[in-house]
């Protein structure tokens, strides 16, 4: 088996479909190579290498690779004119890892592998540059002293110890920047370099070039089972044993003058998603200097560089002179550059991020990658491209994640409040969005309040669980393709980057600007969309939807087959659901109206009585509220179904608990406090989500049931008499056996039929049953015979077949699901090995005895992608879901569709 593939010169071993073998950065690498893109040649370690590593160890994964390897770099060699390990004419290489997906938290990339104390004097006959050589060599030592012989601090609050040596040596020369250094002060820093890792480490710097290239890879393969990586696997849910391949790759140098440069490009604006191409560059630099925003990035474009020294207040006069774009000062580079970002994009069919290094006027392509984006330019890309006719209307909607429609809903600052905000600073707009928190300096620290807006200078891989947590990311350097700005707008969080006024003290937790001093814990706000940081908190309002947003969601609407419902409790959110496209309610929660101050009351009093007059008597008074607020929800889904579900908690939970209120209660009706409390003892449960509710309310007080069933179907005729279509659904909660449902059945079908009669006219109207009891799974086709509809309560029925009790579970799912016992919340994606077999059994079993039967889920899941694809192979006719979601499990209807 092959376990090294090589690429470079026009040709390749592998190719971009081999992303499993390869990991993403080599498959691409090896592509681009195949379409005449100019890669530095090289070679990729597979990721079934990195699987091998960790099952048989170091010593025997070597010799399995050692012969290919060594094959490989003979050819780079021939192409390069160079020789590994050679004194007077080295090879030196970088080591990059590269997973499946790109994942930051993998190790970090070795530049210049090869130098040594001999080597570097070949380097300096040859390149006749002396500068350029010890400045390759301490950031060979740097890197690969931090990487792979563990010389990064532990503690965040420690200085690297490298940057201490370069900081010290600064301010000894009294210079602020690296290229201010001499040869002489570079070399120093080697010898510095080199006495620190034998300080800390007590091994001194590997020499051989061979030494130095196994540890490297090995290093990368270590880095694949490293906190940061583990972390987001986690998060991603990406298995461990997919592992990282290593790509070693022929140097190429940005570091070579001033004809020389590195940086990072964007086909399309990844904030946005407009179809600009942009990014970063830096001349005279290498590796990630533009990233890591040790020095301010300059723009590609001449039209990006306008706009950013716009923001950054920066005249034109001195934007040409001290920031000018690559289009303008190296506009045959440019050219070249702008023709292989069109290459590249029209290859994959989508937004390209790319990073180059040009060295000494010849331009190289280092990756390519379909580049992270917010949800935003998510959906307008697609949609653009779409328009393009580079995909075709299924493709489109395959490229949006649904999930991240999500970050589109989110509220927005209210422009309003925005007018009187204080602004203090001003940075770019890396990541749209509001953020509104409280200061910290520390990744380690964004829980430490609710809301936590992360504040650093810039911010490194692993302060990826951190910048998670946050509300916000605000970083003082760094520019638009800085680490802070590529993985905010990845997870979709609002982000400022380069906000050049803030001093930051990590000793002092302080933020300084103009003089203001800002603590940890003070609130401030972000505008990701213009810059802006503001102080205090701001208001926010719901967001306003883009045109592609509505062209996306009728594209959606053309291919699903199955219908989006959403759960709502009120006129109110059943108009939001609306707005999102809802085609009906698939579930109204008659209970939540109860709790409103006026309505409680007349409640409590129905609990309370211990007659059936009594209770009679309260639900009078409850009746016109109910019927109101069914008209009202009836009239905003006009014409449209609403599922309305029977009184289901227990009574216990609209009783007080508290002396005052209990006193208060007792006033009000004019009894003794001695007799509500009783009554608040009687109804106390063990287990109450086992016990006294759902139907069980209904069957053993009837007088309810009817009151509900008065008011849903009154509210119906009046809204007929108004000329309002209206479709309900009465839903019996927690059906178990079938008597149960028949029970409730009769008892709205004899108050439905006596209002009919009375009333001289009716509507159509179904009735039909939640099924969350594992039983009514079972027994599916018996309940089928009479029930119209189903509703697939996966909340209970989750609870009920796992046995986890749903306000309990927080105690142990967390741990669950660190040790892997479980792969995710069951109450939040559907356990379809599981669960599932209770809803593909229900679904079937009722449809035998009833071909007709209508089938919806209505649980937490109903907006949950996964479990959206799961009810449309189930055969449902609709999910329901909040508001809030019912975009989402749109496309994810179409999708599971197509
Ligand atoms: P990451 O996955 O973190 O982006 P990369 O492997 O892409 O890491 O490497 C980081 C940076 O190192 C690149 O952006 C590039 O500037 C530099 N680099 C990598 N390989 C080479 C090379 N062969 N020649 C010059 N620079 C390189
Ligand atoms: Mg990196
Ligand atoms: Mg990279």
């Not at 533009?290 to 950054?312: C, F, H, K, N, Y």
């Not at 579900?645 to 227990?650: A, G």
């Not at 009722?846 to 889920?857: A, E, F, Q, S």
Request: proline share 4%; charged share 25%.
């Amino acid at each position: 088996k092959t376990r090294v593939y090589r690429f470079g010169d026009k040709k390749a071993d592998g190719n971009s479909t081999m992303k499993n073998l390869l990991g993403g950065k080599g498959a691409n690498l090896a592509e681009m190579s195949r379409i005449g893109i100019p890669v530095p040649p090289g070679f990729t370690i597979t990721t079934e290498v990195c699987t091998e590593y960790n099952q048989l160890g170091k010593n025997k994964v070597i010799p399995l690779i050692k012969l290919e390897v060594e094959e490989a770099i003979r050819e780079i060699e021939k192409t390069m004119k160079t020789k590994f390990g050679d004194d007077e004419n080295p090879l030196l290489l970088s080591v990059r890892s590269g997973a499946r997906v790109s994942m930051p938290g993998m190790m970090d990339t070795v530049l210049n592998l090869g130098l040594n104390d001999k080597a570097i004097e070949g380097v300096i006959r040859k390149t006749k540059n002396e500068r350029f050589a010890w400045d390759s060599y301490r950031r060979f030592i740097q890197m690969y002293g931090g990487v792979v012989m563990g010389m990064k601090p532990e503690n965040k609050e420690d200085e690297d110890p490298f940057e201490e040596i370069i900081d010290h040596l600064k301010e000894k020369r009294n210079i602020k920047l690296d290229t201010e250094f001499t040869v002489q002060d570079l070399q120093d820093l080697v010898y510095d370099f080199k006495d620190a890792v034998k300080k800390k480490t007590g091994k001194n710097f590997p020499t051989d070039p061979w030494d130095q290239l196994w540890g490297a890879v090995m290093a990368v393969f270590d880095s694949w089972n490293g906190n940061r990586a583990m972390y987001y696997r986690k998060i991603h849910g990406y298995p461990a044993d997919w592992g990282t391949a290593v790509n070693v790759q022929a140097m190429v140098f940005g570091n070579m003058g001033t004809d020389s440069g590195t940086g990072v490009c964007f086909t399309r604006d990844a904030g946005t998603g407009e179809n600009v191409f942009n990014g970063e560059y830096l001349i005279n630099a290498q590796g990630e200097d533009v990233v890591a925003g040790v020095r301010t990035p300059q723009q590609i474009t001449r039209l990006g560089s306008e706009r950013w020294a716009q923001l950054a207040q920066i005249s034109e006069k001195e934007r040409v002179a001290s920031y000018p774009s690559l289009e303008e000062l190296m506009p045959e580079i440019f050219t070249e550059l702008d023709g292989y970002q069109k290459t590249l994009e029209n290859h994959y069919r989508d937004m390209q991020d790319m990073e180059f290094t040009i060295q000494q006027g010849k331009l190289w392509i280092l990756q390519t990658r379909n580049g992270k984006r917010t949800g935003a330019a998510m959906v307008k890309i697609a949609m653009d491209l779409l328009e393009e006719g580079v995909l075709d209307e299924k493709e489109a909607l395959m490229r949006i994640d649904p999930n991240k429609l999500d970050e589109l809903l989110h509220p927005i600052f209210d422009p309003a409040a925005l007018k009187d905000a204080e602004i203090i600073a001003q940075g770019l707009p890396a990541s749209p969005g509001a953020a509104t928190g409280q200061i910290v300096f520390f990744a380690e620290e964004a829980s430490k309040y609710k809301y936590t807006i992360l504040v650093r200078t810039e911010t490194s891989p692993e302060d990826l669980e951190g910048m998670h947590l946050a509300r916000g990311i605000l970083t003082a350097r760094g520019g638009m393709t800085s680490h802070a700005a590529v993985v905010a707008r990845g997870m979709g969080k609002c982000c400022i980057s380069g906000a050049g006024a803030l001093k930051i003290n990590y000793k002092t937790r302080t933020m300084t600007v103009d003089g203001k001093v800002f603590h940890d814990g003070d609130w401030i706000s972000l505008n990701g969309s213009t810059g802006n940081i503001i102080e205090g908190k701001v208001a926010t309002r719901e967001p306003e939807l883009s045109g592609e947003f509505g062209e996306l969601m009728v594209l959606a609407d053309q291919y699903a087959t199955m219908k989006v419902r959403t759960n709502a409790d009120t006129p109110k959110d059943a108009a939001v659901a609306r707005s999102f496209g809802a085609q009906g309610i698939g579930l109204t929660r008659t209970e939540h109206m109860f709790f409103e101050v006026d309505r409680i009351k007349a409640m409590r009093e129905m609990i309370l009585a211990s007659t059936v007059k009594g209770r009679k008597h309260a639900l009078k008074d409850l009746l016109p509220m109910q019927r109101s607020d069914f008209e009202g929800i009836f009239e905003a889904m006009q014409g449209l179904p609403v599922t309305i579900r029977l009184l289901d908690p227990p009574l216990h939970e609209f009783v007080p608990h508290q002396l005052a209120t209990q006193k208060e209660l007792a006033d009000e009706l004019h009894i003794s406090l001695d007799a509500v409390k009783s009554k608040v003892a009687e109804l106390e449960e063990f287990n109450p989500m086992l016990g006294h509710r759902g139907c069980r309310l209904g069957n053993t007080y009837p007088e309810i049931t009817e009151m509900q069933a008065r008011a849903i179907i009154e509210a119906a005729l009046n809204l007929k008499e108004r000329g309002i279509e209206t479709h309900p659904e009465i839903m019996i909660p927690l059906v178990g056996t079938v008597n149960e449902f028949l029970e409730q059945e009769k008892v709205i079908r004899e108050t439905a039929e006596s209002i009919f009669a009375k009333r001289k006219t009716k509507i159509n109207y179904s009735i039909g049953t939640m099924i969350e009891i594992p039983r009514a799974a079972l027994l599916a086709d018996k309940i089928a015979e009479h029930a119209d509809f189903f509703s697939f309560g996966t909340n209970d029925l989750t609870q009920m077949t796992f046995g986890y009790s749903r306000d309990d579970a927080g105690k142990f799912l967390p741990i669950y699901l660190e040790k892997g016992i479980l792969k995710e919340d069951p109450f939040e994606v559907l356990d379809q090995e599981g669960v599932g077999q209770l809803v593909l059994m229900g679904t079937e079993r009722g449809r035998k005895t009833n071909p007709h039967l209508k089938v919806g889920i209505c649980g937490e899941h109903g907006g949950e992608p996964s479990s959206v694809e799961f009810c449309y192979r189930a055969g449902m006719n609709y999910v329901s879901c909040s508001p809030f979601r019912v975009p989402i499990a749109r496309v994810a209807a179409a999708q599971a569709a197509i």
